[in-house]
């Protein structure tokens, strides 16, 4: 069956922000201040959108992670990363079709909204949901289902883009389309077998498809149809 797309919902870290290097060089210096060693391979290891999830794995005790939370902040406000080359382009492509796109990440909105600031990237989008605005993290659908409420869009109407695992996960729980495009954090064999609803290489081919679908299904639709 045929979406007739309304919204797109992108990942930020990974997807559009080309951050995998300076949250590993972030990651690197937090836990080395603690007196863990994190190299390349421990990073493969280790990593997730949920920061917890590599805190436990690297054996952080609990007590030492609001400090880390804090510190890492310090750390990667250090950090320089731009945007994934084509992002800007893409993302015009789709605010172009008539289609609503906002951003749907696990990332803390002070570290978010000082990365969209310093990039002045903050007006591209309609809306954005970040780890403080939902009561669980992806996979679980409720960040992307708050993304969907703000807009007024169903789920039926929407895609979501990502290049984790998580995102697909979080997409086909809220029954909205999937995209995976592998970026450069160290989880491509998850991704794949994540089995996304299409899976591109590049930000380009996500949003010629989702714009290609979202006017093949405008044209099907009856004349004179809302739905």
């Not at 937090?30 to 990073?43: K, P, Q, T, V, W």
């Not at 990593?47 to 952080?60: G, K």
Request: proline fraction near 4%.
């Amino acid at each position: 069956m045929s979406r007739r797309l309304r919204a797109v919902l992108s990942d930020w870290d990974g997807t559009l922000l080309d951050s995998a290097e300076a949250t590993f060089r972030s990651y690197q210096k937090l836990f080395g201040s603690f007196g863990i060693a994190f190299d390349r391979a421990r990073f493969a290891e280790t990593y997730s959108p949920d920061w917890y999830r590599t805190y436990a794995a690297v054996a952080l005790a609990r007590e030492h992670w609001t400090a880390a939370d804090s510190r890492w902040l310090e750390l990667y406000a250090a950090e320089e990363p731009s945007l994934i080359s084509g992002a800007v382009e893409a993302v015009a492509l789709v605010r172009g079709a008539g289609l609503a796109i906002g951003l749907v990440t696990s990332g803390s909105r002070k570290r978010v909204e000082s990365d969209l600031g310093k990039l002045g990237a903050a007006s591209l989008f309609d809306v954005l949901v970040c780890s403080e605005d939902a009561a669980h993290k992806k996979p679980h659908p409720d960040p992307l289902n708050r993304a969907l409420a703000r807009l007024g869009i169903g789920p039926e109407h929407a895609a979501c883009v990502g290049d984790s695992p998580e995102d697909i996960q979080m997409a086909r729980a809220a029954g909205v389309f999937s995209v995976a495009i592998a970026g450069a954090f160290p989880n491509r064999e998850a991704l794949k077998a994540s089995a996304a609803d299409l899976s591109t290489t590049t930000l380009d081919a996500a949003a010629r498809h989702l714009v290609s679908m979202a006017h093949s299904a405008a044209a099907s639709e009856p004349r004179g149809s809302n739905s």
